[in-house]
């Protein structure tokens, strides 16, 4: 199933500049593999690093985020919800990404009890694991 930014805006609330999913690539009922196209043009990069732009570790992590919730959100059950950061458990950052790169985005959704759940995430750039981790999340309206 692929997704472009309209409609994944129509699944979860971000907008620009926090949007952080450019498109989904595939998804099913527990996961999902979105992109996210790193651009020099990001704000985050006028203050981050100027002399060499590198993405701050937290926007990775909340890429992935973001990831996670449009497959949670996607589930009927939970249309027109929130998903919200309840932990962010050992994550560790391999490598840098940087504007030009392509980030791909995997999440699992590995645990889903009423309104409380867990997901594994990793950050690829080519193939290459730059950031991997344990994300918790709560369900609410």
């Known amino acids: ?5 309209n ?3 129509k699944i979860i609330p971000h907008r620009y500049p926090f949007l952080l999913v450019d498109a989904v690539k595939e998804m099913n009922e527990t996961s999902i593999i979105a992109i996210k196209n790193v651009s020099a043009n990001e704000m985050h990069f006028m203050g981050h ?3 060499k732009h590198v993405m701050p570790g ?3 992590v909340e890429a992935l985020a973001q990831a996670g919730a449009i ?8 249309k027109g919800k929130l998903a919200y950061f309840v932990g962010i458990d050992q994550f560790k950052f391999k490598k840098q990404v940087m504007p030009g790169d ?9 645990k889903l009890k009423s309104i409380m759940g867990i997901a594994q995430a ?7 694991v730059c950031a991997y981790g344990t994300l918790k999340f709560a369900i609410s309206d």
């Open 71 to 78: 497959v949670l959100l996607s589930k009927e059950a939970y």
């Open 49 to 51: 690093f100027t002399q």
């Open 102 to 110: 392509t980030l791909e985005l995997q999440v699992e959704l590995i």
């Open 122 to 128: 990793s950050a690829l750039v080519n193939g290459e």
């Open 7 to 9: 409609e994944i805006q």
């Open 1 to 5: 199933m692929y997704l472009n930014s």
């Open 58 to 60: 937290v926007l990775i």
